[in-house]
């Protein structure tokens, strides 16, 4: 198999540990960060093209490079490993396989934009992750990586846990800034973006654990080495985190690009039984589902976006023909419905409504228009709202109908399931 | 200062100004309903989408700064599309029962679904049911109604000073109210009702009290403190219903507490007086008054006036007692002084609106009583009637007993004296001692100009016809004159305000008939003399 980075000490017995990271070489990348100028680490990163893995895909380097030099406040690094989109578990693994990795990778980021505060913002039922982060951060500490004056540089780094307040839509990057502050996870308004306002009104720098994880790879190994490790524009390797019905699910590190094909056929060893596949969601649950006939494409965000999805989390969800596509996205309306922070009119009222029809549709009392009723609905969300948490329910709920169209009238018609009935769980309203 | 394009219009905006705000000042209007002009902005209700070139989804017009070259739409097909769909969104959970509905006729909500809604819901889902929930004395909160704007919540944390207010839950659950139960104690809460664009919040004295419609409104003043609040007073059938604010940049931008709005429990109070002891009181009065006169011994008349009164009452209580009755014994219980500053501030409410002198008018009673040659203070009043130095009192809405800190001392004081006469508008400790006591109109039934705190000359309307007999102290006054055969010709407040405007120093622009809305204020003595020396040497520059 391919050369695998970020995983690569998954396998060695105490990977959290301070010891085994260093004695892999763990912290000479800092070392080597804090003798270059800030500017050159900034540079170094843009030219890796490393862009990144929370879901957008923006290049880091230049979302550093955003950072005012001189600031009023104080600046600060938010990690966000809140990792809530349904699918997607790859962060927990870093966090608790090779936590000094994502320390080094938050120390190398603070360095280069001037921050000398990181908090990793922690997904609240992430128990164990938690758990190796604060004990990798005491050893750090202990060891001087982390505290006033790291590794005798006259650079101060600190950085701390901060526990989710469980919700979804704390993920999203000023909904994070709120909950860290001690506030209702709501998203902000942007302008002002967190580069310049953000925590505790400092400017601010939110990055996913897996960017942050390469960082400390290409310090060592150069912008052209992870560059060259995927396609154009989308350097370096990626964590792909399948589930649904294959036979060997799980996390795989593969180069950025890898075909889909090749991840559920060779890698995952194909659909589980003799079941055949039905969809395939890349990226995650917000984004648009793929048929079969569309699975020969390259895992990357470009490639991805050309067929209108998105590469997203690397969160790939895969269904057989045993799953109803009204069910599915039935669940997973419910999901955006419950989650919506509430705060915006056509998000809070929008993805009920959406949820309430499909609910209906699923469950036999479809009626003439329901489908068109969807779209417009999604429409009228898309676009409209202050975080992209409303979108991120319109886009697959769009996307379900698009490519499954015949199915939902076919639930409408025959006023039921065609695959059978709705398990009691599933069903009841968004506001039960 | 940015020049931009709105639906074809080009209009200069200020810097930093929004794309609403420059609209708005410029007569295009694009509905809102979260964004309050003194209020943070929320951007959460999504009305006031608009399309920028260039941008390429929506934009809200309300968190969006204007900038030079914009275009912008405010009624191209995809806003009127994503407006429409924004109400239909709000509309789906709403009950719509806009018929006992207290915001009725005054809801943003109900004006833009007659202009923009759909003629027929399509949704047909079950609707919320939210449980009633007590939230406290003066508001009455129906969650059904709300939208979410969450112009409550930032009225009581970042105006009101008071985090009370939250949202709970997410998604369409999402509620918003106290911590608990009968919790909200903001002393501005009453603010609440307004700042609720829809009927979720309302005012619980006013309710199912009228329809905006059907009641007039005359604007006025709060008489609860020396802020001078601007209000209106909102009135059916001759009975206040409420008072709500009026907008002033210089006194109370649009906020009244929650004491101010129950001053119009005034108006009908149990102990109103509203009628004297007997018809014959004035000539009584008057009567006292001139066998005193008459023997020369108008010293011995103590006249006590509250800073209660109007500027108008003050001047002519003044102009009878140094011009008819000639006594030197003229007194007001002075206001309360206030170190903090008067603002109106940015920094919480709590920090300044509500002031410590509890009178709408100690700055005026210090201008017109300070400015005759003698005034006491109520304290050396009581001791003359203890020395004898004076043998008869009037008490213009005071209550020496209650006021004087000592009722003991105060009520042998008062029992000392040959007579005691109270023109009030309430029965108070005083009153019961007094031989006569005449009825004082209240502040609703009254006009006359305050002079708030700071210096302000603001206009207070009648907004009902004065109760029973009552009548204004200058009226009284007037009366108590002509019959010791003084004839005044004062027919009005307006007419006062001429004498005064020659007689006060500071008050020498004062025109009650044109009073600007936002009052008037006092002209400085050194400002005076400086406006007298620049209009000699005229200052071009300043001009332009
Ligand atoms: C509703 C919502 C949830 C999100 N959840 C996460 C999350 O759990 N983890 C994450 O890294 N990014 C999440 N994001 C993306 C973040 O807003 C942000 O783009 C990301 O953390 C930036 O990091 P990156 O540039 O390193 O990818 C979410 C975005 C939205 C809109
Ligand atoms: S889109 Fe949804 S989650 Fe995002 S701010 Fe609006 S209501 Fe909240
Ligand atoms: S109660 Fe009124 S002010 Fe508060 S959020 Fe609801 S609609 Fe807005
Ligand atoms: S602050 Fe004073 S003037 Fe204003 S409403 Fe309250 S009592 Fe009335
Ligand atoms: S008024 Fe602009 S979003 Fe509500």
């Known amino acids: ?432 | 200062m940015p020049k931009l394009t709105i639906d074809g219009v080009e209009i200069e905006a200020a810097q930093g100004q929004s794309v609403l705000d420059a609209a708005l000042a410029h007569g295009i209007h694009i509905p809102h309903l979260c964004y309050h002009p003194r209020l943070k902005v929320s951007g959460n209700c999504r009305m006031c989408l608009v399309e920028i070139e260039k941008a390429p989804k929506l934009q809200i017009s309300c968190g969006t700064e204007a900038r030079d070259g914009m275009v912008v739409q405010t009624k191209s097909e995809k806003v009127l599309k994503a407006r429409q769909s924004v109400l239909e969104f709000m509309l789906i959970n709403h009950p719509l029962d806009c018929p006992t509905c207290d915001q009725c006729g005054e809801c943003k909500l109900q004006d833009y679904c007659s202009e923009h809604g759909q003629e027929e819901s399509r949704y047909g889902e079950e609707k919320h049911g939210f449980d009633v929930l007590d939230v406290g004395p003066d508001i009455s909160r129906n969650m059904n109604r709300c939208i979410h704007c969450t112009r409550c919540i930032r009225f009581l944390r970042d105006v009101a000073g008071s985090e009370e207010f939250t949202l709970y839950e997410r998604g369409s659950h999402t509620t918003v109210g106290p911590y608990l139960e009968k919790a909200l104690e903001s002393p501005f809460s009453g603010n609440l009702a307004e700042v609720c664009p829809v009927g979720a919040l309302t005012c619980k004295h006013f309710r199912f009290k009228g329809r905006s419609w059907l009641m007039e409104k005359s604007r006025t003043l709060c008489p609860g403190c020396a802020r001078g609040c601007n209000a209106y007073a909102w009135t059916s059938k001759q009975e206040v219903l409420r008072l709500t604010p009026a907008e002033n940049d210089f006194v109370n931008q649009s906020w009244l507490c929650n004491a101010g709005r129950a001053s119009i429990a005034q108006i009908e109070a149990k102990n109103r007086i509203l009628e004297p002891t007997r018809a014959t009181a004035m000539e009584e009065l008057a009567g006292v008054l001139r066998a005193l006169i008459e023997k020369d011994e108008g010293e011995k008349v103590g006249v006590l006036a509250s800073p209660r009164l109007t500027n108008e009452d003050l001047y002519l209580i003044r102009k009878l007692a140094r011009e008819v009755i000639g006594t030197t014994h003229l007194a007001f219980v002075p206001g309360m002084s206030d170190d903090r500053p008067f603002g109106p501030l940015d920094t919480p409410l709590t920090e300044w609106f509500i002031r410590a002198d509890p009178t709408p008018n100690s700055h005026g009673a210090r201008d017109i009583l300070h400015s005759t040659e003698h005034t006491e203070n109520a304290f050396d009043l009581i001791e003359a009637a203890e020395k004898g130095e004076i043998s008869s009192l009037l008490v213009f809405s005071e209550d020496p007993v209650t006021s004087f800190g000592d009722v003991d001392r105060a009520t042998k004081a008062l029992g000392q004296l040959d007579f005691l006469a109270v023109i009030d508008s309430h029965f108070s400790p005083t009153a019961e001692l007094a031989r006569l006591v005449v009825p004082e109109a209240s502040f609703a039934e009254k006009d006359g100009t305050f002079t708030n705190e700071q210096g302000r000359i603001q206009r207070l309307r009648a907004a009902i016809p004065a109760r029973g007999h009552s009548q204004s102290a200058w009226q009284t006054v007037t009366e108590v004159a002509k019959h010791l055969g003084t004839v005044w010709t004062f027919n009005s407040a307006a007419e006062v305000d001429r004498e005064i405007a020659s007689k006060i120093p500071g008050y020498q622009d004062l025109d009650f008939d044109t009073l600007p809305l936002e009052g008037l204020a006092l002209v400085q003595a050194d400002e005076a003399d400086q406006a007298e020396a620049e209009e000699s040497t005229p200052d071009q520059d300043k001009k332009e």
């Open chain 1, 1 to 432: 198999m391919a050369e695998k980075i970020l995983t690569a000490r998954f396998e060695t017995p105490d990977s959290h540990l301070l010891n085994t990271y260093q004695a892999d070489g763990g912290y000479t990348a800092l070392k080597k960060a804090l003798t270059m100028k800030p500017e050159e680490v900034i540079e170094l990163v843009k030219a890796s093209g490393l862009r990144g893995r929370g879901g957008a895909g923006f290049p880091a380097g230049l979302k550093w490079s955003f950072v005012p030099k001189e600031a009023e406040k104080p600046k600060y690094l938010c990690v966000n490993a809140d990792e809530g989109e349904p699918g997607t578990f790859k962060d927990r693994y870093l966090m608790e396989l090779d936590p000094h990795a994502v320390i080094e990778g938050s120390a190398i980021a603070c360095y280069a934009f001037g921050a000398h505060i990181a908090y990793i913002y922690v997904r609240g039922e992430f128990k164990v992750p938690m758990e190796r982060m604060e004990q990798a951060l005491a050893e750090a500490r202990e060891a001087g990586l982390v505290g006033k004056n790291i590794l005798d540089s006259g650079f101060d780094f600190d950085m701390w846990v901060h526990p989710g307040a469980g919700a979804y839509v704390c993920g999203e990057e000023t909904a994070l800034i709120e909950s860290n502050e001690g506030h209702r996870g709501m998203p902000r308004l942007k302008p002002p973006f967190p580069a310049v306002v953000g925590l505790f009104g400092g400017p601010t720098v939110v990055n996913n654990v897996e960017t942050l994880a390469f960082v400390p790879h290409i310090m060592n190994q150069g912008a052209e080495w992870f560059a060259k490790l995927g396609p154009e524009r989308n350097g370096g390797t990626k964590m792909y985190g399948v589930s649904g019905h294959v036979k060997k699910p799980g996390i795989y590190e593969l180069p950025m690009g890898t075909s889909l094909k090749e991840i559920i056929y060779d890698v995952c060893g194909g659909i589980r039984g003799d079941h055949e596949l039905k969809a395939v969601i890349p990226g995650g649950s917000s984004t648009p589902v793929l048929t079969p006939d569309e699975i020969d494409v390259a895992m990357d965000f470009d490639s991805l976006a050309k067929i209108g999805t998105m590469l997203g989390s690397g969160a790939i969800i895969v269904m057989d023909e045993t799953t109803c596509m009204v069910r599915a996205i039935t669940r997973l309306a419910k999901f955006y419905s419950h989650e919506s922070c509430g705060q915006c009119t056509p998000c809070r009222e929008g993805l009920a409504w959406i949820h309430q029809v499909l609910v209906r549709i699923e469950g036999g009392q479809g009626r003439e228009g329901d489908i068109d009723l969807l779209l417009d609905i999604c429409d009228n969300v898309q676009g409209n709202t202050i975080c992209p948490l409303g979108d991120a329910c319109a886009m697959p709920v769009r996307g379900f109908i698009k490519k499954f169209r015949p199915e939902f009238e076919e639930h409408i018609q025959k006023a039921g399931c065609p695959i059978g009935p709705f398990p009691a769980p599933w069903a009841g309203s968004a506001k039960g």
